[in-house]
Nanobody
Framework: QVQLVESGGGLVQAGGSLRVSCAAS????????MGWYRQAPGKEREWVAR???????YYVDSMKGRFTISRDNAKNTVYLQMNSLKPEDTAVYYC?????????WGQGTQVTVSS
């Protein structure tokens, strides 16, 4: 079992920056990829970015250059640095961890970008 706890969400003005974090606990030795999804009001959950255990990163095209995912294996934490935020980035951001083909989810953290 893996437990994930996100933090760092909040309210920010358009053009600003925010970093959300996701701390993993439990069977952390078995975690492969970690990443982020987000879900805006009235929309389906969409994938944002992921990082492999070796540090290779992948992003949805629309967020390349604005979002950066990173991982601190010593702290069992994955981060999502979000820059140049837009009102359409407003969503609940969910962290996930992949373990042997199964996904574990955090509870989500709200990010609100005001115009």
């Amino acid at each position: 079992q893996v437990q994930l706890v996100e933090s760092g969400g909040g309210l920010v003005q358009a053009g600003g920056s925010l970093r959300v974090s996701c701390a993993a606990s439990g069977s952390i030795f078995s975690i492969n990829d970690m990443g982020w999804y987000r879900q805006a009001p009235g929309k389906e959950r969409e994938w944002v970015a992921r990082i492999t255990s070796g540090g290779t990163t992948y992003y949805v095209d629309s967020m390349k250059g604005r979002f950066t995912i990173s991982r601190d294996n010593a702290k069992n934490t994955v981060y999502l640095q979000m820059n140049s935020l837009k009102p359409e980035d407003t969503a609940v951001y969910y962290c996930y961890a992949a373990v042997k083909g199964k996904l574990y989810w955090g509870q989500g953290t709200q990010v609100t970008v005001s115009s």
